[in-house]
């Protein structure tokens, strides 16, 4: 258990969440035992822990931070609600600069309270992107905007496909704006292998995360995201998808999984990492 | 609790599986009483009461028969379940005739244990539609295919948006295939308001069917299709949408809910048939 993992880890990274069981020392010291060169982090573990111990603990290591988790949740409509999710947002490039990662991962948030109105929820997107972009590019930092899966859409994000975070993305330079492309969220949908061809091409593949898809989905489905190489996800595919598209970036595995998070942090991470090399590579 | 709903019912169909716990003779007397003109009748309750004895009762009782739920299930590979989904759907297809119904409602089937390929499931969709659409058009019968939801695209549908149910129902003559509008699965999708006016101008919307979305979704998603009004779908607006493409048809109101299910059925029913009313004319 305590070798480098076998297999070309190059473009590997953990996502903090997959491995929550862990804590960001332990987290760390097991990446550079396994040889896993990347991590893609939570704001609430690294604040808990302290933005510049954390940024200092994953240097050290020599870690690269391939994310940091999340921005958004921009689609409140009253003028206070707004003007703190955007000093957040904000923060969280602050952030990101100080963990030395150059993206965001954006979760645009979803419907207001009572409001049935997609369309105006995603617009209000547009707009504070259009006052975040700037305050990120000019401390080097992408905002990645990453469509969640439509079962999503309701409760934590309006924008539900990749041509939607494109379409999103597009009013703004690509080093300002791009999108996270997961298979997760974007398995199912016939378009997303064209939109995913141009993002690429735009430069706007921001990040690349991967997660299987494996039903039945638990109560509530945010903690349902299969293990890799265990659900209905051609993983290879997309990630042979995502290179053709010209994106030459790390590769993040993102999960969300009570059963997963009840095993040993530190098996999980390996088993994690040979699955990566056995179903992506 | 017994008279008729105020209201304009005319176009009113109550999909069966909303009110199961009725009985069908409970359902179509409640139907009679609530002056409710239209059933959506699904296979396994129609043929457990015997398909000719429900016949009977829904047309003395002078109700139409909208839909009958549900064929499909199309996507497995080996020649001798294909060939016994193919029979099972001529079966239902006579059954539409028995019933007076002239839609059935076709539900694709998901990927075959162990696939990964949804392209080549939804291919094999379309070729048996292909054997299929003469023998209904034959009988006067239309094929009605629904996208179902994203999150059922691996073990249940793998036609996951209107575009692809379209793309699909256009390789064969109108009267034989079209299209189910179903607000549940749909909602969410940005381009499925253009897809519906496309249906509606081939004369391909062949069901519209009303359910709201509300969240957490139970475990196992299934059964947890919100109560119309209770959610986030703009029900009269999609109403209007789909009266703007020209659809003069019923309009169904299909749920599948374990606290629904709970419920008096016949309270249920006439709570339905109100917030019909109240929600989406």
Redesign the interface.
């Known amino acids: 258990m305590s070798g480098r993992v076998s297999g070309d880890l190059s473009r590997f990274s953990i996502n903090q969440m997959t491995v929550k069981q862990l804590s960001l020392p332990e987290l760390v010291q097991a990446c550079a035992r396994f040889g896993i060169p990347g991590v893609g982090l939570w704001r609430e573990p690294v604040r808990a822990y302290g933005v510049e111990a954390a940024a200092r603990l994953v240097r050290d290591a020599g870690l690269r931070v391939t994310t940091l988790c999340r921005g958004g949740f921009l689609t409140a409509g009253e003028p206070e609600a707004r003007a703190a999710a955007l000093d957040d947002n904000r923060a969280a490039i602050d952030e990101c600069v100080a963990l030395g990662t150059d993206t965001l991962v954006m979760v645009s948030g979803g419907?207001p309270g009572g409001s049935?109105?997609?369309?105006a929820a995603?617009e209000r997107v547009a707009r504070a992107l259009g006052e975040l972009a700037p305050y990120a590019g000019e401390r080097g930092v992408r905002l990645a905007v990453e469509p969640l899966?439509?079962?999503f859409?309701?409760?934590r994000c309006v924008v539900?496909?990749l041509d939607?975070a494109l379409e999103l993305a597009e009013r703004f330079p690509a080093e300002q704006v791009g999108v996270v492309v997961d298979t997760y969220h974007i398995?199912?949908?016939?378009r997303a292998p064209t939109a995913a061809a141009r993002a690429g091409a735009q430069g706007r593949i921001h990040s690349f995360q991967l997660a299987d898809?494996e039903?039945?989905?638990?109560?509530?489905?945010l903690n349902g995201r299969g293990l890799i190489g265990d659900?209905?996800?051609?993983l290879r595919?997309w990630r042979e998808r995502v290179d053709a598209a010209g994106y030459t970036g790390p590769i993040e595995v993102e999960l969300f999984n009570d059963r997963l998070w009840a095993r040993d942090g530190e098996e999980l991470l390996r088993d994690v990492a040979e699955r990566y090399v056995r179903h992506a590579l």
Chains 1, 2 share one sequence.
């Open positions: 419907l049935k109105d997609l369309p995603r899966h439509p079962m859409a309701s409760d539900s496909t939607q398995w199912w949908d016939d898809w039903t039945p989905l638990p109560e509530g489905v659900g209905a996800v051609d595919q």
